[in-house]
């Protein structure tokens, strides 16, 4: 039987710093029930979906900052979601910023969570590559600090067995670097899911204006087709407390091509079909990792060049 699951992605149009926590969860909770309409099984939801993306702002003051994450996912502010999601028989992929306290100390990380349709959480991911800078720049139109407010990632790229395949996740920038959906495929993605919050400009670069929308696409589609893999990437869309959020959600079949995409700037839900066994002639003839991938080679060729890492 073929393993087919309709996959919901969400995207979020702009959320105000003026917008309650309430209010955000509640426009996550109306696409939730309009793909439980639609028959989907899964719905992802983009990064740090629950607040505007403060990484664009300088906050000084530590307790308005911890405004912007949470303890738990699934906890108190997001029950009402995880609820209804149970209730519609739906899985949910959120992106959130997290707060946690190791050994004493308050720890800040850009993460992930995926739950299954009986309201279980299948795994987490924390984000490996942050962007950005940690310093204030004020003569930037907006700041990327996400060096300032999140850790990098320590749980590595893991993939879980979920919704009849291999389930993997990475977080915005993460999607950019080869190794993300190469180490996900290693450990035998089928599926990768992400979330974003991709401006339209960057400040330090605005010769890349004209390439953001292609980059952005070019980095999935290679990294699907590469590694024989679903992507499904949600993002934000619109003008949000200054900053242009490019928007296009995409689901990125196997082949590399773009199977659905958003078309809006607001809240808008994209639906696909996406069918599992439509990754294995990449994953078992073309792109055969077992056949022909020769990574001792790899590591002969860094060292003669003195490279770090293959
Ligand atoms: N949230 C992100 O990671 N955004 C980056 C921007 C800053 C380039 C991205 O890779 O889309």
């Not at 003569?139 to 749980?155: A, H, I, M, V």
């Not at 996740?169 to 190469?182: F, K, Q």
Request: hydrophobic share 40%.
């Amino acid at each position: 039987m073929a393993r087919i699951i309709r996959i919901a992605a969400a995207q979020s149009g702009p959320v105000l710093r003026s917008e309650t926590r309430v209010q955000t969860l509640q426009r996550l909770i109306s696409m939730l029930q309009d793909a439980a309409s639609a028959g989907a099984d899964l719905i992802v939801f983009t990064e740090c979906a629950l607040t505007p993306f403060f990484s664009h702002w300088w906050i000084e003051d530590e307790a308005e900052l911890d405004t912007y994450y949470e303890d738990a996912v699934p906890g108190v502010t997001t029950q009402a979601l995880f609820e209804e999601a149970q209730r519609l028989q739906i899985g949910v992929h959120l992106g959130y910023a997290e707060r946690c306290v190791r050994n004493g100390r308050k720890r800040r990380f850009n993460s992930s969570v995926l739950v299954d349709a009986q309201g279980d959480v299948i795994g987490r991911f924390r984000k490996i590559h942050l962007p950005g800078h940690a310093d204030h720049r004020p003569d930037n139109p907006f700041q990327n600090l996400e060096k300032r407010y999140f850790e990098t990632g320590d749980l590595g790229f893991p993939t879980w067995n979920a919704f009849g395949g291999v389930v993997g996740m990475c977080i915005c920038n993460d999607r950019r670097w080869s190794e993300t959906y190469r180490v996900l495929a290693l450990g035998g993605a089928e599926l990768i899911l992400l979330g974003y919050n991709t401006p339209d400009h960057i400040p330090e670069h605005p010769e890349l204006d004209r390439l953001v929308n292609f980059q952005h696409q070019l980095c999935m589609q290679a990294g699907a087709y590469q590694n024989g893999c679903w992507v499904v990437a949600v993002g934000k869309a619109g003008m949000e407390e200054g900053v242009s959020q490019i928007g296009l959600t995409s689901i990125i079949a196997p082949s590399g091509e773009i199977v659905a995409q958003s078309k809006t700037t607001g809240d808008e839900l994209i639906i696909h079909d996406c069918n599992l066994d439509d990754t294995r002639v990449y994953k078992e003839a073309m792109l055969n990792f077992e056949k022909n991938r020769s990574p001792e080679h790899y590591q002969a060729i860094t060292a003669q060049r003195g490279a770090k890492t293959p």
